[in-house]
Each structure stands twice: as structure tokens, then as C-alpha cells.
């Protein structure tokens, strides 16, 4: 019998059974000492340190390229790219003053008074705005269902809210307090894990699969070429409305580091150059959050992609929520065979023209914020929208990843990704089931099956698929 010792890769060899007691006993106080993941935490690592505001913009402003030379996750271009992201992030932060910040989900939330976040704060060097957050309007209620096709069986809603009393691993307490809202802080880390400063603002967000990944438009937007690099699997209706609201049934699928994988709702106005849309749902996207787990996410164009962003990251969303922020990860995922979670979302227009976002977990609808009507300009959402989409949509280069569940939509029940209670807001502001069409960019990888029977689970689809060849 051999006397070797082997733990966690490493042999040791020795013919004392006292001397291999005490090693295994060392190294299992190593190993309790090491940060592990739960098994049900939402997504990345704990930070090794608590970096405080005051700190993390210090150390930006000192950054130099070659102190990210040896990052093995770092792409960006050259040192002129590198000098465009350290520039636009502490323009960025300029003039917000940070009281507190936290860590959840093992990336840093800052606690940012509300009046000096991005859309409402011109920084130091302009003159200060004199914006206010904009009346709330109420959310919609969905149309009562039909009689008919029962639900297949019950779901779990997921609460994303943050609460008083929880803490972090620093003692930092895992909440923004009143008059303040919680932005995931937006580092060098971060945008490097791209190429450029535009990749990561508008990373992976073309056209309906009529773009390819150098822009160029396709003739047939409804049958990309092989360029094309994003797949869908949803369903759409092109109506007057004032927004729309779905269930979305949460995974967490995966997919590769370059690539994303989603479940959104979109609210357009107009096609090809003139589109403009606001966009809502879940996405896997490892380089975009520093994570293989799903986050909440927001995105929007007003010119037909060449524009916009996700979440808070460059201006245009107002967010007035202190308990939810967008970039977080969820508690739960659905399961194969087991529980199926999810939550709500809403777009809805108000009357004074400004797009305001809704979630609603295991409680009442919140308010998170609004994109405003300016922000449209003279495009077709400064006064409504013109179609609602439902569904997953998948990136990548010669081989996507997984789209939704990874199963196909014929899976049904408890394998297939879903999105149920799908409706949009009529131009007199009353809820409508939508009834959608059906749109398979590659039905050879993903597939959906709609739904419009308005039974108890109104409208809605089944939809995803393994991968894509």
C-alpha cells in the first residue's frame, strides 16, 4: 500500500500516517478558508478585496495600459482604445459622489444619489442640470383570461428587490438607501474584456438578424446570410401600442464567453434605418457581466442600433428605484424536470411620452425608471410604437450556444424555455393578449411554438434549442 498523499491535484509522498493526519488537517483549513459559490448564488466570485468609491477612482485615474497587459480575458484594441475607456469612465462618475457601495453577486453597487446619475447629471465641468425624475404612471393590468386550455402547472416568481439588514462579506449593508439608486459599478476590467469602447456599449445588439457583424444590412432581413451572427426564436405582432408586458421564465444556459444568450421583450417603432426600440429581459453574456449566470438587463436604440446602450451605461435610461438594479443576477433558475421561475416585466408609455419600465417578482409592480420622450427625438417612439416582440435570441460566430433551456420549444413543460401572460398596451391604453407570428431565423437550431388560445396563461411561446451548427 502505497503511503502518497493526493489532494486536490497535488501528490505528496511520505510513509508517516501522523505526518499525512497533520497535512490533510492543514489543508482542510485551507480549504475552509477559501471562498466558495453556493449553489444557488446568483452568479461570479467574492471579490478578494472591498474596494471603496473614493479608491476604485484613484486607481483608474492611474491606470496605464501595460497594467493590463497580462489580463488573459483583456481584447482591448490598442492603448488609444484603452485611453477612450479610462477617459469615458471617470466622465462617467464625474461629480457623483458615492456614500455607499456594496457587494452582491461579487461585483460592486454603488449607491448613487439620485439627481447625479448619468441621464440627469451633466458632471463637474458642465452646468448642473436642472432635470427632475418624472412623474410615475401606473403599470397595466393584464386582460382576463379565457376560458380554456389550462396551465400546464405553477411557477415561482423571483424577488430581485434588495432589502435593509442583509450584509455582505465586508459588513456593508446590501441596500441604497432613500434619495439614492444602485448602479453596478463600471470598470476597466470590464470594458477591456472588448475590443473597443462602442463594442462594449453596444455589444452584440445589431438589426433583427439583418445585420452582420461588420454592419452591412442584408437584403432580406427576415432570411440572414451565413455572416449573419444572431439567431431568434419568438414571436411578433406588428400593432399600435403604447408598450407590452410578459412572464419571463428564467434559465440559465450556456453559452460562450463572446457569444449571448437571452429572453426579452421588445417595444419598436418603425423598421430598418429609422427603428428605434426599448428592450427588457434575462441574458447570459459572459463578457458583458463577468458571469456564466443570466442578469437583468435593459437596451435601447433610437437608430436602428447604431446607437444606445445597456442598463445605466451611457445616458438615456432615469432610473428612481433604490431596491432593484439592473446587471444583477437572480437568486433561482428553473430546472429540467423540477421548478420553473420567472418574473414580470412591463414597457409602458405614459402620457407625456416617456417609457417607463416595470417589475413585478412575488409582490406589487415597481417602478424602476424611464427612457424619456427626448431621447426619441422626432422618431416613431416619441409617440408610440408600431410592433411587440416576445422571445430568445442567440449570438455567436460559427457555432452559437445554447438559447434559452437548451431545449426546443416541442419539449413544452418543464424543458423548454417559455414566456406566458404576453400582452401589449393599446394607443387608449388597455391591455390586449397579443397574437403573435411566429419567427425562426434558423429552425434547423432554435424553435418556438406560439401560443394564442388567451387561456389561463393568455398568450405565450415555447421556445429555444441546443445549439447552432
Given at each position: 500500500?502505497?503511503?502518497?498523499?493526493?489532494?486536490?491535484?497535488?501528490?505528496?509522498?511520505?510513509?508517516?500516517?501522523?505526518?499525512?493526519?497533520?497535512?490533510?488537517?492543514?489543508?482542510?483549513?485551507?480549504?475552509?478558508a477559501?471562498?466558495?459559490?453556493?449553489?444557488?448564488?446568483?452568479e461570479?466570485?467574492?471579490?478578494k478585496k472591498?474596494?471603496?468609491?473614493?479608491?476604485?477612482?484613484?486607481?483608474?485615474?492611474?491606470?496605464?495600459?501595460?497594467?493590463?497587459?497580462?489580463?488573459s480575458d483583456?481584447?482591448?484594441?490598442?492603448?488609444?482604445?484603452?485611453?477612450?475607456?479610462?477617459?469615458?469612465?471617470?466622465?462617467?462618475?464625474?461629480?457623483?459622489?458615492?456614500?455607499?457601495?456594496?457587494?452582491?453577486?461579487?461585483?460592486?453597487?454603488?449607491?448613487?444619489?439620485?439627481?447625479?446619475?448619468?441621464?440627469?447629471?451633466s458632471?463637474?465641468?458642465?452646468?448642473?442640470s436642472?432635470?427632475?425624475?418624472?412623474?410615475?404612471?401606473?403599470?397595466?393590468?393584464?386582460?382576463?383570461?379565457?376560458?380554456?386550455?389550462?396551465?400546464?402547472?405553477?411557477?415561482?416568481?423571483?424577488?430581485?428587490?434588495?432589502?435593509?439588514?442583509?450584509?455582505?462579506?465586508?459588513?456593508?449593508?446590501?441596500?441604497?438607501?432613500?434619495?439614492?439608486?444602485?448602479?453596478?459599478?463600471?470598470?476597466?476590467?470590464?470594458i477591456?474584456?472588448?475590443?473597443?469602447?462602442?463594442?462594449?456599449?453596444?455589444?452584440?445588439?445589431?438589426?433583427?438578424?439583418?445585420?452582420?457583424?461588420?454592419?452591412?444590412?442584408h437584403?432580406?432581413?427576415?432570411?440572414?446570410?451565413?455572416?449573419?451572427?444572431?439567431?431568434?426564436?419568438?414571436?411578433?405582432?406588428?400593432v399600435?401600442?403604447?408598450?407590452?408586458?410578459?412572464?419571463?421564465?428564467?434559465?440559465?444556459?450556456?453559452?460562450?464567453?463572446?457569444?449571448?444568450?437571452l429572453?426579452?421583450l421588445?417595444?419598436?417603432?418603425?423598421?430598418?434605418e429609422?427603428?428605434?426600440?426599448?428592450?427588457?429581459?434575462?441574458?447570459?453574456?459572459?463578457?458583458?457581466?463577468?458571469?456564466?449566470?443570466?442578469?437583468?438587463?435593459?437596451?435601447?436604440?433610437?437608430?436602428?442600433?447604431?446607437?444606445?446602450?445597456?442598463?445605466?451605461?451611457?445616458?438615456?435610461?432615469?432610473?428612481?428605484?433604490?431596491?432593484?438594479?439592473?446587471?444583477?443576477?437572480?437568486?433561482?433558475?428553473?430546472?429540467?424536470?423540477?421548478?420553473?421561475?420567472?418574473?414580470?416585466?412591463?414597457?409602458k408609455?405614459?402620457?407625456?411620452?416617456?417609457?417607463?419600465?416595470f417589475?413585478?417578482?412575488?409582490?406589487?409592480?415597481?417602478?424602476?425608471?424611464?427612457?424619456?420622450?427626448?431621447?426619441?427625438?422626432?422618431?416613431?417612439?416619441?409617440?408610440?410604437?408600431?410592433?411587440?416582440?416576445?422571445?430568445?435570441e442567440?449570438?455567436?460566430?460559427?457555432?452559437?450556444?445554447?438559447?434559452?433551456?437548451?431545449?426546443?420549444?416541442?419539449?413544452?413543460?418543464?424543458?423548454?424555455?417559455?414566456?406566458?401572460?404576453?400582452?401589449?398596451?393599446?394607443?387608449?391604453?388597455?391591455?390586449?393578449?397579443?397574437?403573435?407570428?411566429?419567427?425562426?431565423?434558423?429552425?434547423?437550431?432554435?424553435?418556438?411554438?406560439?401560443?394564442?388560445?388567451?387561456?389561463?396563461?393568455?398568450t405565450?411561446?415555447?421556445?429555444?434549442?441546443?445549439?447552432?451548427?
Open positions: 500500500m502505497r503511503d502518497d498523499v493526493q489532494f486536490s491535484g497535488f501528490l505528496f509522498k511520505g510513509k508517516s500516517a501522523l505526518w499525512r493526519g497533520h497535512l490533510l488537517i492543514l489543508f482542510a483549513f485551507v480549504a475552509l477559501m471562498p466558495r459559490e453556493s449553489a444557488d448564488a446568483a461570479g466570485e467574492t471579490p472591498f474596494v471603496p468609491y473614493p479608491q476604485f477612482i484613484s486607481e483608474t485615474k492611474d491606470a496605464k495600459p501595460q497594467d493590463f497587459g497580462a489580463k483583456g481584447r482591448v484594441k490598442d492603448a488609444a482604445a484603452f485611453e477612450e475607456m479610462r477617459s469615458y469612465i471617470l466622465s462617467y462618475y464625474d461629480g457623483i459622489a458615492v456614500k455607499h457601495s456594496f457587494v452582491e453577486d461579487g461585483r460592486t453597487v454603488d449607491c448613487v444619489p439620485i439627481e447625479q446619475q448619468p441621464s440627469l447629471h458632471g463637474k465641468g458642465g452646468e448642473k436642472e432635470l427632475r425624475p418624472a412623474p410615475i404612471t401606473r403599470p397595466i393590468t393584464p386582460p382576463k383570461p379565457e376560458k380554456g386550455a389550462a396551465a400546464p402547472g405553477s411557477t415561482r416568481a423571483i424577488d430581485l428587490t434588495l432589502k435593509k439588514g442583509k450584509r455582505d462579506a465586508f459588513g456593508n449593508e446590501l441596500y441604497c438607501p432613500k434619495g439614492t439608486i444602485p448602479i453596478r459599478r463600471m470598470t476597466l476590467d470590464d477591456m474584456r472588448f475590443p473597443t469602447l462602442r463594442d462594449f456599449l453596444r455589444a452584440g445588439k445589431w438589426d433583427d438578424g439583418s445585420l452582420d457583424r461588420e454592419g452591412r444590412t437584403p432580406n432581413r427576415n432570411n440572414p446570410d451565413d455572416s449573419s451572427t444572431h439567431y431568434y426564436a419568438r414571436g411578433y405582432q406588428f399600435d401600442n403604447f408598450g407590452g408586458d410578459g412572464w419571463l421564465n428564467v434559465w440559465s444556459p450556456t453559452v460562450a464567453k463572446d457569444s449571448m444568450s429572453s426579452q421588445w417595444v419598436v417603432g418603425s423598421e430598418g429609422g427603428k428605434q426600440t426599448v428592450e427588457a429581459g434575462w441574458q447570459v453574456y459572459p463578457n458583458k457581466w463577468g458571469s456564466d449566470k443570466a442578469a437583468l438587463f435593459i437596451f435601447y436604440t433610437t437608430k436602428n442600433y447604431s446607437d444606445g446602450c445597456y442598463n445605466l451605461e451611457c445616458k438615456g435610461f432615469v432610473q428612481i428605484a433604490n431596491n432593484v438594479y439592473l446587471g444583477k443576477g437572480f437568486t433561482h433558475y428553473s430546472s429540467s424536470g423540477d421548478g420553473q421561475w420567472g418574473f414580470n416585466l412591463q414597457w408609455r405614459h402620457t407625456d411620452g416617456n417609457w417607463w419600465l417589475y413585478k417578482g412575488n409582490a406589487n409592480y415597481i417602478a424602476v425608471g424611464y427612457y424619456p420622450k427626448s431621447l426619441f427625438g422626432t422618431g416613431t417612439l416619441a409617440s408610440k410604437a408600431t410592433k411587440i416582440a416576445f422571445g430568445g442567440d449570438t455567436g460566430d460559427a457555432s452559437a450556444k445554447q438559447m434559452g433551456s437548451g431545449a426546443l420549444a416541442a419539449d413544452g413543460w418543464q424543458k423548454a424555455a417559455f414566456l406566458n401572460f404576453a400582452f401589449y398596451i393599446d394607443t387608449s391604453t388597455v391591455s390586449q393578449w397579443a397574437n403573435l407570428t411566429k419567427y425562426e431565423s434558423d429552425p434547423d437550431c432554435y424553435t418556438a411554438t406560439i401560443n394564442n388560445i388567451y387561456g389561463s396563461w393568455g405565450y411561446l415555447y421556445f429555444g434549442g441546443p445549439k447552432c451548427n
